[in-house]
């Protein structure tokens, strides 16, 4: 039998806790697949910044992606790959460029989704350009923007069109703070938001391939409390939430995002959910940190060993004729996610991961009580906190963690029993 390599990038920036942590428990785990007459096993390594020629070959089978909606080099390099060397990348370059916020509105809008009644508004600056003035001077309509937030109704949000980060959200309660926001709003291109207040309950559901964790979600708390614990919704909610975050990722060929959900008089309405470079850190996610470096390993994995082929086109009409076919709104949600679950092999993943990473959790189990694994949270927490706090702080997400392994340990043992 021959040993095949496989090889993962880590495409980089600011991430300092996750990948040290995906980077040894695939090291502990060992993968040997058997393929045919190979036996397969997986290497991971750093994406490194360099020059490259357009037909220089890319040695990597897989590269997870955190870097390029910004840093332009990695993107060309990206999309280069993909195209001359059948590279995998989460996410697919093309759409994460393309698919700004306002764009994943709409078309979640023309699947039926309940969005929110939202506005786009020419911005209040323009950047100088040759053209700009006889662009405008012909064909920029003046407005009212009175009569916008009449006809929306107030509680409203303002955020950027393809916004990220909270950056210029405010939440905008009568007219007088709609035009005093426009005028702060300078060169950027805005949404105006009908506010989805007060709601039930406010979640963030993570999609990682077939896999989706549902967290209840506190924009009011302190950043690292944001992440709760204490998710109180039926299985049906539940459910539903896994098929709407599979649809919205399938429908944009994205393996890895975050949908944002409000739940207001029985209604889920996704309110932001063009994520795809979610929270990784684990001083955000802390107690559900775990589970999102078990599930970039599981898929990628997945996806390496079985040369998984990444979809470079997207392919909206099954979706389309879904839409079109006017089925009751929990019907026609399964029936756009059975085409999300095909998309993305969910079965077979499902049986891969019983097959041959049955060891995973254990593995994980034990390095999430390792001092590598305290070294690399406090190795973000130095990053981001002052001094006088990198011990206190390091001991609540450690905490967390803990708290992550006694209910693995539990499950395991009840599952045993
Ligand atoms: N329509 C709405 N109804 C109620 N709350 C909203 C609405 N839109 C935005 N918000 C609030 O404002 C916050 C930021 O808005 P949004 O999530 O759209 O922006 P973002 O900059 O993309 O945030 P993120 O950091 O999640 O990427 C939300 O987490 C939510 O608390
Ligand atoms: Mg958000």
């Given amino acids: 039998m021959g040993k095949t390599v496989r090889n993962i990038g880590l495409s980089l920036g600011a991430d300092i806790c996750w990948p040290i942590c995906y980077e040894e428990i695939l090291r502990a785990a060992q993968i040997d697949v058997p393929v045919g007459n190979d036996r397969v096993t997986v290497e991971t390594e750093r994406v490194e910044i360099r020059p490259f020629a357009l037909d220089q070959p890319c040695r990597f089978d897989v590269v997870i992606d955190r870097l390029t909606h910004w840093f332009h080099t990695s993107r060309e390099w990206i999309k280069k790959s993909i195209i001359l060397d059948d590279l995998y990348v989460f996410n697919n370059p093309w759409s994460l460029q393309s698919m700004e916020k306002h764009t994943s509105y ?17 911005p209040k600056e323009h950047e100088p350009s040759a053209d700009l003035q006889s662009t405008l001077s012909q064909y920029a309509k003046l407005f009212n923007l009175g009569e916008v937030g009449d006809a929306m109704g107030y509680p409203m949000f303002m955020k950027p069109y393809d916004g990220g980060a909270w950056v210029g959200v405010s939440k905008i309660d009568d007219e007088a703070a709609l035009l005093a926001a426009y005028e702060k709003s300078g060169k950027q291109v805005m949404h105006l938001q009908k506010a989805v207040l007060p709601h039930d309950v406010f979640v963030r559901t993570i999609g990682l391939g077939p896999q989706v964790r549902s967290v209840r979600y506190d924009p009011g708390a302190p950043l690292h409390d944001r992440y709760c614990t204490d998710l109180d919704i039926g299985a ?70 079985t040369q998984r082929k990444m979809r470079q086109c997207l392919d909206w009409e099954p979706f389309y004729a879904i839409a079109d076919e006017e089925l009751p709104y929990r019907e026609r949600i399964a029936a756009y996610a059975k085409i999300a679950r095909e998309r993305l092999d969910s079965d077979r993943f499902e049986e891969f991961c019983a097959t041959h990473l049955g060891h995973l959790d254990d593995v994980a189990y034990v390095f999430f009580g390792s001092e590598r694994a305290k070294e690399a949270v406090r190795l973000k927490v130095t990053a981001l906190f002052p001094e006088h706090e990198i011990e206190e702080f390091t001991e609540l997400f450690w905490g967390r963690i803990q708290a992550w392994r006694n209910d693995l340990k539990s499950t395991a043992l009840n599952g045993a029993g």
């Fill in 106 to 122: 709409v078309a979640m809008q023309r699947l039926g989704m309940p969005i929110p009644p939202t506005w786009l508004i020419p």
């Fill in 236 to 305: 049906d909610d539940l459910s539903l939430l896994a098929d709407i975050t599979l649809t919205i990722n399938a429908f944009f060929g994205w393996d890895f995002n975050s949908c944002e959900t409000l739940l207001q008089e029985g209604t889920w309405y996704p309110i932001d959910f063009a994520n795809p470079c979610p929270d990784s850190q684990v001083t955000s996610t802390h107690f559900h940190f775990p589970w999102i470096v078990l599930s970039n390993i599981r898929w990628s994995v997945f996806c390496a060993v």
